[in-house]
T-cell receptor
Framework: NAGVTQTPKFQVLKTGQSMTLQCAQD?????MSWYRQDPGMGLRLIHY???????DQGEVPNGYNVSRSTTEDFPLRLLSAAPSQTSVYFC??????????????FGQGTRLTVV | AQSVTQLGSHVSVSEGALVLLRCNYS??????LFWYVQYPNQGLQLLLK??????LVKGINGFEAEFKKSETSFHLTKPSAHMSDAAEYFC???????????FGTGTRLTIIP
């Protein structure tokens, strides 16, 4: 009954370092997405995927890369971390059923600090 | 472009009082509307959603929301607040054929004993 699993839960990076935030879901959902949450700004969409091999940019994609080689996994890569990327990152997944208004299931989040 | 506006970044109510959290949406097509709740240091959990049909939607933990197209609103209410309702609440929308969620900036609900 895992749902959406994110690792790590906490991370501190130095400016310029790279890292990958992991996200895995076991619900066979087609749609997966990454958001960042900053105080007073709600959640903003970084990248999303409608299926394996298909990704697209969201509202704030700069500085982040994604890939989707399997249905289950959707990692988010920071190639060269900057202090502006200090945030809480959430991965979410949902099924795609046109007209159904599918519910998004969220992971527990990764709290990233870039110093 | 669609947008979601939540009026009031912080709302405080006394235990047992009515909870009212406001949400207005902007969409050129009929939206799907959602309320999510976030407890401290946790992810978001769906409270309720509106897709089509009945405009009064009931969710978990005694919350409900009413879709009012004429007012482009989807306010969240609960008749009697409980201490366990203290959390941050997010309104969100998506559209038919587009799974992307657009979130409001959130409202932090504090319950006064």
């Amino acid at each position: 009954n895992a749902g959406v699993t994110q690792t790590p839960k906490f991370q501190v990076l130095k400016t310029g370092q790279s890292m990958t935030l992991q996200c895995a879901q076991d619900m066979n959902h087609e749609y997966m997405s990454w958001y960042r949450q900053d105080p007073g700004m709600g959640l903003r969409l970084i990248h999303y995927s409608v299926g394996a091999g298909i990704t697209d940019q969201g509202e704030v994609p700069n500085g982040y890369n994604v890939s989707r080689s399997t249905t289950e996994d959707f990692p988010l890569r920071l190639l060269s971390a900057a202090p502006s990327q200090t945030s809480v990152y959430f991965c979410a997944s949902s099924y795609i059923r046109p007209g159904a208004g599918a519910e998004a299931f969220f992971g527990q989040g990764t709290r990233l600090t870039v110093v | 472009a669609q947008s979601v506006t939540q009026l009031g970044s912080h709302v405080s109510v006394s235990e047992g009082a009515l909870v009212l959290l406001r949400c207005n949406y902007s969409s050129s097509v009929p939206p799907y509307l959602f309320w999510y709740v976030q407890y401290p240091n946790q992810g978001l959990q769906l409270l309720l959603k509106y897709t089509t049909g009945a405009t009064l939607v009931k969710g978990i933990n005694g919350f409900e929301a009413e879709f009012k197209k004429s007012e482009t609103s989807f306010h969240l209410t609960k008749p009697s607040a409980h201490m366990s309702d203290a959390a941050e609440y997010f309104c969100a929308q998506s559209n038919f054929g587009n799974e992307k969620l657009t979130f409001g900036t959130g409202t932090r609900l504090t319950i006064i004993p």
